[in-house]
Structures are given as C-alpha cells and as structure tokens.
C-alpha cells in the first residue's frame, strides 16, 4: 500500500507533520480530515523517490508549443487562465515543464501578469514567445497569439529536424569512415612489419607510399593518446574562442562563404529574421523590439549587427531597408519587396511570405548539398582505404616479380 507525506493543520492551528498509509491520495486525505486534520500537502513517498531518480531533462521546443496550443485551446474553450496552467502542470509530461508551468501558475494566481511569469523562465519561454503573449494580453488576443507562437516554434523545429535528417547519412560516413581508416592504420598495418623488415633486409626495398604508412601507423600508436588530446583541446579552444565577438563574427564570415553550405545558411539566417519579425509585427509588438528580439534569433552576428543597426535607423526617424541593404546580406529581390512593404504599409504580411519562399529555395539547395556530400564522402573513404590496401600491397608485388 503506497506511503504518504502529509503537512495538515490542527484544530487549534498548529501546522502537524507525519506519514501514513492508504490505498490513494484521496483516501489519505480523508483519513486525515476523520483526524480533524485540513490538509495542506501531501504527495506520495513512492512517486518523489522515482521522480527524484528521472533525469531531468530540459523541455523540448516540441514540448513547449504543444503545451502553448493546449494553453490556447484551453483558453478559447472558456477554461480560466489559472485552471488552464494548473491542467499544464498536471497533465504535462515533462517534470520539468510540468514544474515551470506549477511555478507561472502559483505567480499568476498572486496577480503577476502572464508574460512576466513566464520571463521568469528564460531558457524554456523565449523572448519571441514572451514579446507575443504581452501582446496578445495587451490586445485582447491572447489565446490566438499562442496558437501563433506555438505553430511558429514547431515550424522552426520542422526545419532543424530536415537539416539534421539531411545530414544524418553524410554524418555516418564521414564517422565510419574515419573510424575504418584508423582501424587499419593502427591495429591491421602493424602486423605487416614483421615481413616489411625482412624485405628490407634483403635489400627489395619498400615503396614511398608504404613507409609513409608505416610513419603514420608508428606515429599513432606511440602519441596517439595526444594526437586525441590535442584535437579535443583544439575543439575546446575553437568553441571558447566562438563565444567570443570577434571569434564569431570571423566564424560568422567565413562560414558564409562556404559552397553551398554558405548559401544555406544564410537563407536560414535570412528567413528566421523574417519569419520572427513578420509573426512579431503581425501580433502588435512594437518594430524597434520587433527588431530587437528578431535579430537575436538570426544565427549570424553579420547580419544580427545589420539588424540593429536598422533599428538605429528608424529610431532616427528614418526607414528600415536602407541599412539592410547597404550591409549587403539581404537579396536585391528580398529587399525590394521589404522596400514596397514598407510603404504600402504591409511589412508583416510581407515578411512571412519572403521567409515562406526562401524556405521552399532553402529546401532544393540542402537536397543538393546532400546530393554532392555522399559521393565526395565516398569517394574520400574509397581513396584512404585503397591508399592503406595498396601500401600494403605493392611490397608484396614486388617481392613476387623478383622472385
């Protein structure tokens, strides 16, 4: 029979403490009130101790904008803004979603406004999600804000899970590939030195491309251990130096530049930045944090500082595409439709359909990229595989044409 911890107040006020056994968390309670007991908590001892053993995992933007459309359903079904976040809570599946969404509830029920109990939240409600639903509650349109932050946060997640999709296979070729390779150079070459010394002791001689493998197999086997812990300290130094402003906006650059990979990721950068702000703008929240908020989510600090910089602009009074386009990092058609937008005034509508079609384009070249990546990834596997069978090889061709 499940364990209870309960914390209830006596008839004379006195706040009691204790554990007691019952069938269900009701039965509990009202063994307690027969007690002449109000319950103040109770949970099940059982249930914290495996609670207590989950990970704890931070929740997903899948989860997030499942629990957002739910709040919005909820809302639009004429549930109560406290009854809704305490069904969130209850219902979620995510501990820790299920925590936070306790924690907005308990600060809304003691008259904190929505949106500042869930800024409380950083790394679970982002700036876009708070920006809207403070619109949304500013507005009169809270639940459709939600629906909108929500399809928009499982739109951006569609598009991370078809880049990382199309990346998985290259990623395994390039893993197994490397793992062959060293496999040979390392465990296989190294039984091959028994009969290379007896050919040079013969004076047969080995060929260029066998000492070299025989270099580089001796090599690893002695520093291997450094060669792995001068990579892992070389990653380590690239990703502190990536934190920095400089770093990253060198990295920032130069990624820009890539064939292909280049071109991908700045139709990515460009079409979250008209996505967020097109969704922002369309939901009422003011241009220059509209801005603000939208060129944090860009992925690119080149394009992040022409962002701000366009909003220096407009705070001056003046119109948002002249510093777009002088950066140079928006297309001269993105930005003449921009340009027309914001004189006919529909700059919102505008931007979500920009990112729609840069998104459809964002799609042909990763197929592309993909398309070019698994044969080179083939081809460059093939070459150091056949270079490893080959070095092996060619000293014993030598040695049967002379004998």
Not at 19 to 28: C, G, N, T, V, Y
Not at 81 to 88: D, E, F, I, N, P
């Amino acid at each position: 029979m499940p364990e209870f911890a309960y914390i209830a107040r006596d008839l004379n006020g006195q706040d009691v403490s204790g554990q007691l056994k019952a069938s269900s968390e009701r039965d509990a309670t009202s063994i307690l009130a027969e007690r002449s007991l109000f319950v103040l908590k109770i949970e099940d001892m059982e249930a914290k101790a495996k609670a207590a053993w989950q990970i704890r995992r931070r929740p997903s933007a899948e989860q997030v904008a499942a629990s957002l459309t739910q709040l919005s359903d909820l809302l639009q079904n004429g549930v109560p803004l406290l009854g809704s976040l305490k069904l969130l809570a209850e219902e979620s599946a995510n501990p820790v979603l299920a925590e936070i969404m306790q924690q907005v509830h308990d600060d809304v029920s003691e008259g904190v406004a929505l949106e500042d109990a869930m800024a409380k939240h950083p790394k679970t409600f982002s700036d876009l999600t708070i920006s809207m639903v403070r619109a949304g509650s500013e507005g009169a349109f809270l639940e459709e804000a939600l629906s909108r932050v929500a399809g928009f946060l499982e739109l951006q997640e569609e598009l991370k899970g078809k880049v990382k999709g199309a990346m998985a296979y290259p990623s395994f070729l390039m893993v197994g590939g490397i793992a062959v390779t060293l496999l040979l150079v390392v465990f296989f070459v190294p039984k091959f030195e028994g009969l290379f010394d007896r050919l040079e002791r013969q004076g047969t001689g080995l060929p260029l491309a066998t000492h070299i493998l025989l270099g580089a197999s001796d090599f690893l086997l002695k520093y291997g251990v450094l060669v792995i812990a001068g990579v892992v300290g070389a990653i380590y130094g690239l990703r502190k130096l990536w934190l920095t402003d400089q770093g990253k906006h060198f990295a920032d650059k130069w990624l820009l530049k890539l064939p292909i990979v280049g071109g991908v990721l700045h139709d990515s950068a460009v079409s979250r930045f008209c996505r967020v702000l097109g969704t922002l703008l369309t939901n009422g929240v003011p241009i220059l944090r509209a801005l603000e908020i939208s060129s944090g989510s860009v992925g690119n600090s080149l394009l992040e500082k022409a962002i701000l910089d366009s909003a220096d602009n407009i705070s001056a009074g003046e119109t948002l595409s002249a510093p777009l386009a002088k950066s140079g990092l928006i297309p001269p058609s993105v930005m003449a439709m921009i340009r027309i937008a914001e004189e006919s005034n529909s700059l919102d509508r505008v931007l979500v359909n920009i990112a729609n079609t840069i998104d459809t384009k964002m799609d042909r070249k990763l197929n592309l990229m993909v398309r070019l990546i698994e044969p080179v990834m083939l081809v460059i596997i093939g070459c150091a595989i056949l270079f490893v069978l080959v070095a092996l090889l060619l000293p014993v061709f030598d040695m049967s044409a002379s004998v």
